[in-house]
């Protein structure tokens, strides 16, 4: 009985577990989301900080796609090492 609320205590303590990446994991996903850019602009408009919120963005995205230009480059250079098969 101990042992089992010892495992239930192990893996509720790594869901709640913060991390730099799962919190960059949760920006991005929720940064997908439309409801996520009305909240956001709201808030903009009524700090009257709409040139920051569209500067953050500007900067959101390109990061955005330089990181996937990089992780594609590198999995196309993978794929052409990758050998051949030929059939015959």
Known sequence: MTEDRGI???SH????SFTVMSFIRRI???????????F???L???????DLLLAIFLFYYV??????IIIYSRR?????????QTSR
């Open 8 to 10: 239930a205590m192990v």
């Open 13 to 16: 303590r790594k869901q709640l």
């Open 28 to 38: 991005n996903q929720n940064m997908r989301a439309r409801e996520t850019y009305y």
């Open 40 to 42: 956001l602009l709201i």
């Open 44 to 50: 903009a408009f009524w700090g009257n900080v709409i």
């Open 63 to 68: 990061l955005h796609t330089i990181l996937l």
């Open 76 to 84: 196309g250079s993978q794929l052409r090492k990758f050998p051949t």
